[in-house]
């Protein structure tokens, strides 16, 4: 069964909303509150909540609900599921917690053996939701999400909550969040399946401690026609005792699972910031190469992204002649025309858009990472020079560009001015050479 | 001479000052008007500058004066200095460009020849300027940083402009920023001496690309009583390329300087990121060992943070029985009560004190890590796990601690709740990992 009636339902019926600001029923039922379609708190307590009527059974409800969102205490968890079945419902999300991980295996069975029963699919249980940000879905209690292309699928709920902070922080937008919890029913492979076929999802992001269902989810990933980005919790033997077994998961050391993932195409990231920062890489097109020319205009900024390239096994590409006369002609005399480019601090912004298109043209360059730092004279500001790389990949974007523009404030306008182009800013030099890293690694597949 | 003249200074001449606000010698002036002792523009061209009188030359001014900072084109800046000699002014910023770096090596050897004449240390020329937050000394046209005890050196202008607003977003606090452009006269060595004296500094950070005067960097380096933490740009042979050369030049590859950097306790840093969350660990007591103790409410946090801490060779430690008992008795029933200790999301700030307290009771744990996430349930803030922490520190505190409440702006006040009590907080849980990790590394020298 397809997983629409989870990211795509026109009604959604909340077992256990209410109007306790205290309780996550309270939290959830108030979060979906800007999805479009109809939504209805269902509690035996309440009469209303939020000056909606409550019912006090989901089978109450004359109209067709599509999904479920249970907050109910675990125990109540299987009748409830009885009512969904009832009611004809396909599609359950179980936040509560206090099933397998809190060593109660026979109860989760119980509720999942009802789900089978009755045709409901069921992300959870002990997880913190579900949202769908063009849909205007927050079936969580965690705030709202930025609208953007990345799904992002997380099995520690907590630490998929702090993250979702983490990304409206600094402005990364996502298409769906799944907590997935104890991955009753629906697991990593029914996810990245239905992901593949997901048209507002452009990469897809995973935070991994243990897969009961290895071989399907190394296949499924293999099967994407998407980018898929990993990080993988337990990779030591410290963190991987500090994982809790999970039974038929798939073993071994970090090694064991580089290997399993470079195969099934899966990239590998070392953290929450690295996951992100390649993921948001793929607004651009795809790379024919590993030759990297650097476009700065601070020698230190060539330099260091001169230094992570390599640690990143990219190349510091040789450029063409014709290029180095052209840059020649377009740039100061005391500007650096080999690979990394440094138009030193005076240039502006259409030097940037001149030299950038020069560079377009080079047949030794695949990628272009743009360094941009505080101009050293006064009155000049970033946004000319985020402008003159705009044009340039308005009129040749044949080739993916990164860009640095890294200088907290001084960076703000010129960074947004970038990402509504598609073109994604990194507020760290590592960053826009680790997303360069990551086009080049899925484009040599 | 001892470099007090620039940092602690009573009086300071800008020539160079204007009121053009296109120029940086305007910038410089304004930014400078915070600090409490006298400064005085010189501008042959102008009557005033922000009101204040401005002088033809540096020479009428009737009073001391202390330090100046130079903006004038390249070719005046001889007779500058020789104005300067005459007035008996013993310390000078030269931000102006145009010398070595431009391949005027003559006119910068002319310039250093009438300085070392007249008594007088130059920093740069061709730099971006010094800082001294305590005095409220901003001599750059960038903007104020954050008071604080981490010193910043940098060698690339630019870079070191675009990391003081990255620190300034941070909230992270520094003592001095030194812009060291050519190093001409005073260079590594000279600021590390002072430094090393410096009550404002406890911790001292440098970006280097080329140390023309090795030997006597790594001397100064190994006699500090400080933490120094170096960011080397030119790691890699491609970076090395990027750098333009300087004669002299401590050469070698990466292991050459890792190794000579490791020798004389310098602790190196991968990118600013990691430079700056290693530099503010150096406000906790020192370990005595590398067996780390996690008290986590977020399972995920203790696996990640266990990958992380292996990778940095730290030891995820084996607690005492008497600490399993203890926690076992203030915990529920579900908290993971070995290491990594997993108070579960429930735990409330008490908890994460009392757990904290019988932690730092435990001899197998040298170091603790504190990570809070979101807590799932609602009307829960972290400010009381935060408080719990604090609480611990001030009890007990014969241990370091650091500690990664990462959710963004939820984590707000508990971050600052906690940097106020001079705990670092990191909003990554790797940073929290290289916090540890510096400490020892310091503490191992």
Same mark, same amino acid.
């Given at each position: 069964?397809?997983?629409?009636?989870?990211?795509?339902?026109?009604?959604?019926?909340?077992?256990?909303?209410?109007?306790?600001?205290?309780?996550?029923?309270?939290?959830?039922?108030?979060?979906?509150?800007?999805?479009?379609?109809?939504?209805?708190?269902?509690?035996?307590?309440?009469?209303?909540?939020?000056?909606?009527?409550?019912?006090?059974?989901?089978?109450?409800?004359?109209? !067709?609900?599509?999904?479920?969102?249970?907050?109910?205490?675990?125990?109540?968890?299987?009748?409830?599921?009885?009512?969904?079945?009832?009611?004809?419902?396909?599609?359950?999300?179980?936040?509560?917690?206090?099933?397998?991980?809190?060593? %109660?295996?026979?109860?989760?069975?119980?509720?999942?053996?009802?789900?089978?029963?009755?045709?409901?699919?069921?992300?959870?249980?002990?997880?913190?939701?579900?949202?769908?940000?063009?849909?205007?879905?927050?079936?969580?209690?965690?705030?709202?999400?930025?609208?953007?292309?990345?799904?992002?699928?997380?099995?520690?709920?907590?630490?998929?909550?702090?993250?979702?902070?983490?990304?409206?922080?600094?402005?990364?937008?996502?298409?769906?969040?799944?907590?997935?919890?104890?991955?009753?029913?629906?697991?990593?492979?029914?996810?990245?399946?239905?992901?593949?076929?997901?048209?507002?999802?452009?990469?897809?992001?995973?935070?991994? !401690?243990?897969?009961?269902?290895?071989?399907?989810?190394?296949?499924?990933?293999?099967?994407?026609?998407?980018?898929?980005?990993?990080?993988?919790?337990?990779?030591? !033997?410290?963190?991987?005792?500090?994982?809790?077994?999970?039974?038929?998961?798939?073993?071994?050391?970090?090694?064991?699972?580089?290997?399993?993932?470079?195969?099934?195409?899966?990239?590998?990231?070392?953290?929450?910031?690295?996951?992100?920062?390649?993921?948001?890489?793929?607004?651009?097109?795809?790379?024919?190469?590993?030759?990297?020319?650097?476009?700065?205009?601070?020698?230190?900024?060539?330099?260091?992204?001169?230094?992570?390239?390599?640690?990143?096994?990219?190349?510091?590409?040789?450029?063409?002649?014709?290029?180095?006369?052209?840059?020649?002609?377009?740039?100061?005399?005391?500007?650096?025309?080999?690979?990394?480019?440094?138009?030193?601090?005076?240039?502006?912004?259409?030097?940037?858009?001149?030299?950038?298109?020069?560079?377009?043209?080079?047949?030794?360059?695949?990628?272009?990472?743009?360094?941009?730092?505080?101009?050293?004279?006064?009155?000049?500001?970033?946004?000319?020079?985020?402008?003159?790389?705009?044009?340039?990949?308005? !009129?040749?974007?044949?080739?993916?560009?990164?860009?640095?523009?890294?200088?907290?404030?001084?960076?703000?306008?010129?960074? %947004?001015?970038?990402?509504?182009?598609?073109?994604?800013?990194?507020?760290?030099?590592?960053?826009?050479?680790?997303?360069?890293?990551?086009?080049?690694?899925?484009?040599?597949?």
């Amino acid at each position: 069964m397809s997983l629409d009636s989870f990211f795509d339902p026109d009604s959604i019926a909340v077992i256990g909303a209410s109007n306790n600001p205290k309780k996550l029923g309270y939290e959830v039922f108030k979060n979906l509150q800007r999805f479009e379609g109809d939504t209805y708190p269902v509690n035996v307590n309440e009469d209303q909540v939020l000056d909606r009527k409550a019912y006090n059974n989901v089978k109450e409800i004359e109209e !067709e609900i599509d999904l479920a969102i249970l907050i109910v205490p675990a125990k109540y968890t299987p009748d409830t599921m009885r009512d969904l079945g009832e009611k004809g419902v396909n599609a359950a999300v179980i936040i509560t917690g206090g099933f397998k991980e809190a060593g %109660r295996e026979e109860l989760e069975k119980e509720v999942l053996d009802i789900a089978e029963e009755n045709d409901i699919r069921v992300i959870g249980p002990n997880c913190v939701g579900i949202k769908n940000t063009h849909k205007k879905i927050n079936g969580t209690f965690i705030k709202e999400a930025k609208e953007g292309n990345i799904a992002f699928i997380s099995q520690s709920g907590a630490l998929g909550a702090a993250m979702i902070y983490k990304t409206v922080d600094q402005d990364i937008g996502l298409s769906k969040f799944i907590s997935v919890g104890n991955m009753g029913d629906v697991d990593f492979s029914d996810l990245l399946n239905y992901l593949d076929k997901d048209d507002d999802t452009d990469a897809i992001t995973l935070y991994i !401690e243990g897969i009961p269902e290895g071989r399907e989810f190394l296949k499924a990933a293999k099967k994407c026609s998407k980018p898929v980005i990993a990080l993988k919790g337990g990779r030591s !033997e410290a963190g991987s005792k500090a994982t809790s077994s999970h039974t038929g998961s798939l073993a071994g050391s970090h090694e064991v699972y580089n290997a399993a993932f470079k195969q099934s195409n899966i990239i590998t990231a070392n953290n929450f910031d690295d996951m992100f920062a390649m993921a948001r890489a793929f607004s651009q097109p795809l790379p024919k190469g590993k030759n990297v020319a650097i476009l700065t205009n601070a020698g230190g900024g060539g330099v260091l992204v001169s230094d992570k390239i390599d640690e990143l096994d990219l190349n510091l590409t040789d450029l063409e002649d014709k290029t180095i006369e052209q840059l020649k002609e377009v740039l100061p005399s005391m500007a650096a025309v080999t690979n990394p480019i440094d138009t030193i601090a005076s240039a502006r912004g259409e030097d940037y858009e001149k030299s950038a298109k020069i560079l377009m043209d080079d047949k030794n360059v695949d990628i272009i990472i743009v360094v941009c730092v505080v101009p050293t004279f006064a009155g000049m500001d970033e946004e000319e020079h985020a402008e003159g790389i705009i044009k340039a990949v308005n !009129e040749k974007g044949n080739k993916p560009v990164v860009t640095a523009f890294l200088a907290g404030e001084v960076s703000e306008k010129a960074s %947004r001015l970038l990402e509504e182009e598609n073109i994604p800013n990194y507020k760290s030099l590592d960053g826009a050479a680790l997303a360069a890293s990551a086009l080049f690694e899925y484009s040599n597949k």
